[in-house]
């Protein structure tokens, strides 16, 4: 499955965003998803996935609350609504596909080719 992410962009503190990850090849509706994100000098990590069928989501406690994952499998996309954004919220976002739902990076086979979000203070 090829994925490509958007919706990356420079907002102030406290705006929003959605991100969106457009996947073609194989059959979509059969991958769990994931967003990560990688600041500049840390690793990659996780910030929120879906299952397959959007029934189970997860999130990262730094984000809890304040962005949604959800996906729309008749048009093969998967979306991080981002609010009340934080300037430690900056930087690159990554979506992800799998078989299995995870939190970990590495469970991942599927990489977009990520999308900037700057926020500043």
């Known amino acids: 499955v090829q994925l490509q992410a958007s919706g990356g962009g420079l907002v102030q503190a406290g705006g929003s965003l959605r991100l969106s990850c457009a996947a073609s090849?194989?059959?979509?509706?059969?991958?769990?998803m994931g967003w990560f994100r990688q600041a500049p000098g840390k690793e990659r990590e996780f910030v929120a996935a879906?299952?397959?069928?959007?029934?189970?989501?997860y999130y990262a406690d730094s984000v809890k609350g304040r962005f949604t994952i959800s996906r729309d499998n008749a048009k093969n996309t998967v979306y991080l609504q981002m609010n009340s954004l934080k300037p430690e919220d900056t930087a690159v976002y990554y979506c992800?596909?799998?078989?299995?739902?995870?939190?970990?990076?590495?469970?991942?086979?599927?990489w977009g080719q990520g999308t900037l979000v700057t926020v500043s203070s």
């Open positions: 992800a596909a799998d078989t299995y739902i995870a939190t970990i990076p590495r469970e991942y086979d599927y």
């Open positions: 090849g194989r059959t979509f509706s059969s991958y769990a």
């Open positions: 879906i299952s397959w069928s959007g029934g189970s989501t």
